[in-house]
């Protein structure tokens, strides 16, 4: 085994960050430059925990006259952003860089850093998930201020340490773990597909009404328009019974396999299950809106509404259901986002008979059986992959040993 002194190769060469790329600050675009269309301004909320480009509803634009005056600012394929502000106070994204994907798309906002590699010295994909890697954001972490934020000067990631080695085993090393992650996005959209997929059956049998045998069918006047004959007008509370969810402080939590549900999604682990799967969830205090569908056990934490019961008998009916209804404009609290229950148990819904709700179970349930399997199967390649990085690019491991993992894996995963 290779001699490894503080995490790094004794016989790979330690350079600074400016050694081997260029550096430049963003810059501080205010609200009266953005518009709804131009290039979009990357700033940290743009880059997630595992260095990856990410957008949605918070992306800003700016207008394209603005871009053209502060065109040095444009980011251009291949360059890797790196996070300088980390709003969590938890330093999750704090250091994480993200490779930019496309030509003149991008611009460079404030609280982020734009980095040019050097292509003769070193590999852009190794120079990305070195600084990804506890090697760079260990001691870039160390030198963090701020009490509210986080964040490190411009200086601090200059001056931070590279370990080089050769551009081969560079190149070796970046195709190894770019795989772990072309595995894991192609997994991604496998899951997106299919959640568009069964989103828009709910839509066409329960919304438009375009079920199968739909062209025979009669139709009846009710509180919610034309329904089919056969099925009936009732409540949300037909289809779920909501229930506040129970306290479990940080202290308390003992780290198991199942999953703590609060009003954003995941929080972690406990070893007790306080409610059997499946189950549907959604914020009740703090964020609300969210609809989140579990196959397993899990413990709802008490910023969330969980299903007591669902009288139709179908989890998968009630998910969607609940997901078509606007709840944010249901919002009682004034500081702190707030869903009351009782003002959404009552709202009108068709009722279905029951051989189309068994119908849509029967093909929707596969559907969300495989994607628990694919989120599953990239939780096992991010633990590989997270595990190989630091090995991998501190020269603990020889590449030479390391097959690229592929299809097979995968399932045996």
């Not at 330093?91 to 611009?107: R, T």
């Amino acid at each position: 085994m290779l001699d490894i002194k503080d995490g790094f190769n004794s016989e790979w060469p330690e350079l600074r960050l400016i050694d081997i790329a260029n550096y430049q600050n963003g810059h501080a675009f205010y609200k009266d430059g953005y518009s709804d269309h131009g290039l979009i301004a990357i700033d940290l909320f743009n880059v997630d925990e595992e260095g990856k480009l990410r957008f949605g509803a918070r992306d800003k634009y700016v207008a394209p006259k603005l871009c053209e005056k502060y065109s040095r600012f444009k980011l251009n394929k291949g360059d890797l952003v790196i996070v300088m502000t980390d709003m969590t106070q938890t330093m999750g994204i704090l250091g994480k860089s993200a490779i930019i994907d496309k030509d003149d798309k991008y611009i460079l906002n404030q609280r982020i850093g734009r980095i040019v590699p050097d292509l003769n010295k070193v590999n852009t994909r190794y120079l990305h998930y070195f600084i990804n890697s506890p090697l760079f954001l260990r001691p870039l972490h160390q030198l963090a201020k701020g009490a509210v934020q986080k964040y490190v000067n411009t200086e601090d990631i200059k001056e931070a340490v590279v370990s080089l080695p050769p551009l081969s085993i560079q190149h070796r090393i970046a195709d190894i773990l770019t795989k772990y992650d072309d595995l894991i996005e192609n997994n991604l959209r496998r899951i997106e597909i299919l959640e568009e997929m069964a989103r828009r059956l709910y839509e066409e049998w329960f919304v438009h009404f375009r079920f199968p045998g739909h062209e025979e069918a009669r139709f009846k006047e009710s509180e919610l328009g034309s329904i089919p004959e056969g099925w009936s007008l009732g409540t949300l509370q037909d289809v779920i019974v909501l229930q506040r969810g129970f306290d479990l402080p940080v202290k308390k939590r003992t780290p198991g396999h199942i999953p703590i549900i609060s009003a954003t999604g995941g929080n972690g682990t406990h070893n007790e299950a306080k409610v059997k799967g499946p189950g549907v969830i959604t914020g009740r205090s703090g964020s609300i809106g969210k609809v989140i569908y579990t196959h397993g056990d899990y413990w709802p934490l008490n910023t969330t509404l969980w299903g007591k019961s669902f009288p139709l008998g179908s989890t998968l009916f009630a998910f969607y259901t609940l997901s078509s209804i606007d709840l944010k404009g249901f919002n009682v609290g004034a500081a702190v986002p707030t869903l009351n229950r009782n003002d959404i148990h009552n709202l009108p819904v068709a009722i279905p008979i029951k051989a189309v709700l068994s119908s849509f179970d029967q093909l929707v349930g596969p559907m969300h059986k495989l994607m628990d399997t694919l989120r599953k199967k990239n939780t096992i390649l991010r633990a590989q992959r997270d595990l190989l990085l630091p090995k991998l690019v501190s020269g603990d491991i020889d590449v030479s040993n390391i097959s690229m993992p592929g299809d097979k894996e995968v399932e045996a995963a």
